[in-house]
């Protein structure tokens, strides 16, 4: 997916400056779209206008979580942002698994 054309409602939703290089914004936003996907257990389309509603919010949100712990400690993982794990935890569903005897 070309992350590209959520850039500007992530720099947006992360309050940040517009006219900031956007190399760093772009590497954030493509680790939130994967964090995003791997969590939600969702293949992400070719083209974000494709993407849905809610999981467009949950990458943009992601991107401010990441956005914001970027300066913090390395050894600390930042996991999903709040609204983005509630908003994947809808698409992951319940799984049976067959319990050996």
Do not use: W
Not at 4 to 10: E, I, R, Y
Not at 47 to 56: E, I, N
Not at 65 to 74: C, E, M, N, P, Y
Request: proline fraction near 5%; glycine fraction near 4%.
């Amino acid at each position: 997916m070309d992350v590209f054309d959520l850039l500007s409602d992530a720099k947006a939703h992360a309050r940040v400056d517009h006219h900031d290089d956007d190399a760093a914004i772009m590497l954030m936003l493509s680790a939130a779209a994967a964090d995003v996907a791997a969590a939600a257990e969702y293949d992400l389309p070719e083209d974000a206008d494709d993407l849905p509603a809610d999981l467009r919010f949950a990458i943009i949100d992601q991107l401010a979580l990441l956005f914001d712990a970027r300066g913090g400690d390395t050894n600390r993982p930042v996991g999903l942002s709040l609204a983005a794990s509630r908003i994947v935890a809808r698409y992951r569903g319940v799984r049976m698994c067959p319990v050996n005897p």
